[in-house]
């Protein structure tokens, strides 16, 4: 199996958080909280977010002290 590069894991984080974004979109806190598959959908992308972050190569967390990615 070839390794990926960076970017691959990035445009899977990005695509995730547009995709929540799109679930979350005009949608109120209320209705958020009694809707369980929207929350459910929510969920799902930040799980992604977070398999794409550990995915990453150290060499590129080291470049990028902002992030906790010791705690990723």
């Given amino acids: 199996m070839t390794q ?10 990005l695509d995730a958080i547009a995709q929540a974004q799109e679930y979350l979109r005009g949608v109120s806190y209320e209705t958020f909280l009694a809707e369980r598959m929207r929350q459910d959908a ?18 590129f967390r080291i470049g990028q ?6 705690q990723l």
Avoid: F
């Fill in 4 to 13: 990926k590069d960076d970017t691959v894991y990035l445009r899977e984080m």
């Fill in 42 to 59: 929510v969920i799902k992308q930040i799980e992604n977010i977070g398999e794409a972050a550990r995915k990453l190569s150290p060499s």
């Fill in 65 to 70: 002290p902002i992030a906790p990615h010791n």
